[in-house]
């Protein structure tokens, strides 16, 4: 994952200049300058969460067919999503699929193993990505999420995916989508201060 983590630093690093930037700006009463730069930051923060997870998942995707995995070395979901693969490939053909499925399983291990396109992959992109989706997506592919719901972590996805989303279809404009949030306040600062990385981090 080591793109993905690259990836991850490198918008992080870009977010929290911006952030610098909103907190001085507050500091100035630079009232209309703040409040589009406000909305323009949940903007973001957005684009952070979704490029983390498509690349995340295409990364865990490339790693598979690179890796040669076999079935021994795959988490349960995977094996799956493999099964699904070989009998979409043959449906017309139930004993072709059959006999990949048998042979692969018990005497010729694949020397590659195709599950596909990251299921989701669509939705990913779609402006839809808040906890619940990346749950969803994470179980899936057999990754646990327990730690991260045990610890609360993404429960701002939903309030910045929101507004996004809002902001994205121009159901609000972004003079006037955030001028009930202080930067600096407590009602912000849950997705404008290291909180917000958490998901990531877990």
């Known amino acids: 994952m080591e793109y993905t983590k690259a990836l991850f630093n490198e918008r992080v690093s870009e977010i929290e200049i911006y ?3 909103l907190i001085k700006l507050e500091n100035e009463d630079r009232n209309d300058v703040l409040a589009i730069s ?3 930051f949940i903007i973001m923060l957005y684009n952070l969460i979704e490029a983390c997870i ?3 998942f295409k990364e865990i995707y490339d ?3 690179d890796d040669v995995p076999t079935h021994e070395n795959l988490n349960a979901p995977l094996v799956e999503k493999w099964i699904g693969k070989v009998i979409k490939d043959n449906k017309n053909n139930p ?3 059959l ?3 048998l042979l692969q399983l018990i005497i010729l291990p694949p020397k590659e193993i195709t599950i596909g396109k990251v299921r989701g992959l669509q939705s990913i992109s779609s402006g839809n990505l808040d906890k619940k989706v990346i749950n969803e997506l994470m179980l899936e592919h057999g990754i646990s999420t327990s730690r991260s719901s045990r610890l609360r972590v993404g429960e701002s996805t939903v309030t910045v995916r929101r507004f996004r989303n809002d902001l994205s279809h121009g159901n609000i404009s972004f003079i006037n989508a955030m001028n009930g949030y202080s930067v ?3 009602d912000m600062s849950i997705f404008c201060t ?5 998901y990531f981090k877990a």
């Open 38 to 40: 406000k909305s323009t």
């Open 54 to 56: 498509r690349e995340g």
């Open 19 to 21: 952030y610098d930037e």
């Open 99 to 101: 006999k990949k499925l």
């Open 184 to 186: 600096q306040a407590r």
């Open 63 to 65: 790693k598979i067919h």
């Open 95 to 97: 004993e072709a699929y």
């Open 194 to 198: 290291g909180e917000r990385y958490e």
